[in-house]
């Protein structure tokens, strides 16, 4: 049924088709910059999450007061807090910020990966095969990252990004082709 009514109104898109060919093209030259500068990429994201993070954590602490007589209050003030601080030191330490966060994405890898291929192992459901190779891809991405640290908490992040961006933008560019070749 969704597929139906999402496919009903690709007409209302036919006279729009390029602006969303625009978009592809600024997010696919927006990901190649990012990849071509993936260093500098990775400290503008990390510096953005920070200040997410911080505004975030004020956000809390705010909603906090405005909840005073609930007995949970304390928790939120201490997170809120928590969120400003952690937030402000990752925006004002962009270097360091994204050589944590990709330590951490490391070992989440590296632990999950295992975890999914021998979970797998253990329950050869149908189509275990792909949830092995899954979790071996994954793990091994993880200790890559790992290995390759402190050095790929400088670029892997902005490289991941670019990534992202990248395929999004193809994806909407073959959209935008799409909705142009739809019939009136």
Not at 30 to 49: D, K, M, Q, R, S
Not at 72 to 80: D, R, S, T, Y
Not at 98 to 115: P, R
Not at 144 to 161: E, I, Q, Y
């Amino acid at each position: 049924m969704t597929s139906f009514v999402l496919a009903a109104d690709l007409h209302h898109l036919r006279d729009r088709w390029g602006r969303l060919l625009a978009l592809g093209i600024v997010m696919i030259v927006l990901g190649v910059v990012a990849l071509i500068w993936a260093p500098l990429a990775t400290l503008g994201t990390v510096f953005v999450l920070g200040w997410l993070i911080a505004i975030s954590g004020l956000v809390e602490a705010i909603h906090a007061f405005h909840v005073r007589r609930w007995s949970g209050v304390f928790l939120h003030i201490a997170g809120g807090v928590l969120g400003v601080l952690l937030g402000l030191l990752i925006a004002t330490h962009p270097a360091s910020g994204a050589l944590l966060l990709t330590m951490l994405l490391a070992a989440y890898l590296a632990v999950i990966g295992l975890f999914r291929a021998i979970t797998a192992l253990c329950l050869r459901h149908r189509s275990w095969g792909w949830a092995v190779l899954d979790g071996i891809v994954t793990l091994v991405l993880g200790l890559l990252l790992w290995t390759a640290w402190p050095l790929s908490g400088l670029w892997f992040l902005g490289f991941a990004v670019g990534i992202a961006l990248l395929l999004r933008g193809v994806t909407i560019v073959m959209f935008a082709a799409a909705v142009r070749s739809k019939p009136h």
